[in-house]
């Protein structure tokens, strides 16, 4: 069970027999064309130099691609669980009580998305979070690190807006990181704070922004 195209949580699953993933992420993790034509629109839209860097690869087993719903494996029956806030088709898994979480806490390429799947992970009561760290946690105690976390980040990029493009926007508020990952993000925080009245872009390509 993948539960987003990056390269430290697929290079096992490259040899397994059997991979459930999502179809986007899939193509992201075995279409070089696609990732790198996505990598630059991202770098560029950020205004962040260089050529990004990659990792593609084949699978050697059968791929079920889901975007959501149940999956029968045999003993177990998984809920293939719509995550897409760290990638935009990044997925949970849930197995009984137990929520696999993947980097749900980790970069976000949607703001929206994050809020909503924090929002819908209150309802769950009495599971346990496993994530890409190996961390066991109550969902309830991870759902509000999670928001804890992000009211932090959130000020800093307030903070940051001053900086005018989303790469080095991203940049000042974290102090470092993948630059792909930084464009990114930087982008899904430029558009949430435009929208709700922080900043105000002006211009679009690539982004640039001004404290409102």
Not at 104 to 126: C, E, H, Q, T, Y
Not at 191 to 205: D, P, R, T
Request: net charge positive; proline share 4%.
């Amino acid at each position: 069970m993948v539960t987003h195209h990056h390269e430290r949580h697929v290079a096992g699953a490259r040899r397994a027999q059997l991979v459930v993933m999502n179809p986007l992420e899939y193509s992201m993790a075995a279409d070089l064309e696609r990732a790198l034509r996505y990598a630059e629109v991202v770098l560029r839209r950020a205004g962040a130099a260089g050529r990004p860097s990659v990792s593609v690869g084949p699978f050697r087993g059968s791929v079920y691609k889901f975007t959501a719903g149940w999956v029968d494996l045999g003993d177990v029956s998984v809920r293939v669980i719509p995550c897409g806030s760290h990638t935009w088709g990044h997925t949970c898994f849930g197995v009984e009580n137990a929520v696999f979480v993947g980097d749900l806490g980790g970069w976000i390429v949607s703001v929206g998305a994050f809020l909503r799947v924090l929002a819908s992970m209150k309802g769950l009561r009495g599971y346990v979070a496993y994530t890409g760290e190996g961390e066991r946690i109550p969902l309830e105690e991870y759902v509000q690190r999670l928001e804890g976390d992000f009211k932090r980040l959130l000020r800093r990029y307030v903070e940051c807006l001053g900086e005018r493009t989303p790469y080095r926007i991203a940049l000042c508020a974290r102090g470092g990181g993948d630059v792909l990952r930084l464009s990114e993000e930087g982008l899904a925080f430029v558009k949430y704070l435009a929208e709700s009245g922080y900043a105000k872009i002006v211009s679009s390509s690539p982004y640039v922004v001004r404290p409102a």
